[in-house]
């Protein structure tokens, strides 16, 4: 069975830094890539990065570019969010995500069941 | 960026209506048109990807159809348990889109 667990979410001040975990279960971790998605209080989903199966590929969203780093562990089965320099437009639950297999990059078949960020000062 | 549009926004529905929902995107996205459904409280869920295919484990009464910038998400005979609010999403391109949402009420 598929298992992904978020972990690493809390209450954080304006400016300061969290770390995201991902912890991947059930699969063979490196044959896919994975992603974060966030999902801001009662508001919609926006994709936020995705790390190719080696790490060789990444790709951000302008909103979190320069300030968020994705990255991966395969002997760990553990995708990572590292993000700095959070500001209150960063508060959201924070889905890990995994890639479906054939059906290109971007399409998310197993979804964990997120993190809470909440920035605050 | 490639925009996504949702419609409507959200709807009311009966059990066993036919209900449908769609997607149009700014600009051609093939058949690289995903679709989810998130329960209050819960992680999304892939119902129908590459516009048309059904994901596995899926009600056959959920469909797909669409290709370049216009999609629709039927479900055939609404049942009790579709509530929630519908998103397509595009993987076509990067960034990734998803449109704003359906929330789908069940009268």
């Known amino acids: 069975e598929v298992q992904l667990v978020e972990s690493g979410g809390g209450l954080v001040q304006p400016g300061r830094s969290l770390r995201l975990s991902c912890a991947a279960s059930?699969?063979?971790?490196?044959?896919?890539?994975m992603y974060w998605v966030r999902q801001g209080p009662g508001k919609g989903l926006e994709w936020v990065s995705g790390?190719?199966?080696?790490?060789?590929?990444?790709g951000y969203a302008d909103s979190v570019k320069g300030r968020f780093t994705i990255s991966r562990d395969n002997a760990k089965n553990s995708l990572y969010l590292q993000m700095n320099s959070l500001t209150t437009e960063d508060t959201a639950l924070y889905y890990c995500a995994k890639a479906k297999a054939g059906a290109g990059t971007g399409t998310f078949d197993y979804w964990g069941q997120g993190t809470l960020v909440s920035v605050s000062s | 960026d490639i925009q996504m549009t949702q419609s409507p926004s959200s709807l009311s529905a009966s059990v066993g209506d036919r209900v449908t929902i769609t997607c149009r995107t700014s600009?051609?996205?093939?058949?690289?048109l995903n679709w989810y459904q998130q329960k209050p409280g819960k992680a999304p869920k892939l119902l129908i990807y590459?516009?048309?295919s059904l994901q596995s484990g899926v009600p056959s009464r959920f469909s797909g159809s669409g290709s370049g910038t216009d999609f629709t998400l039927t479900i055939s005979s609404l049942q009790p348990e579709d509530f929630g609010t519908y998103y397509c999403q595009q993987s076509y391109s990067s960034p990734i889109t998803f449109g704003q949402g359906t929330r789908l009420e069940i009268k």
């Open positions: 590459a516009a048309s």
């Open positions: 059930g699969f063979t971790f490196d044959d896919y890539a």
């Open positions: 600009q051609t996205t093939s058949t690289y």
């Open positions: 790390i190719s199966r080696f790490s060789d590929n990444i």
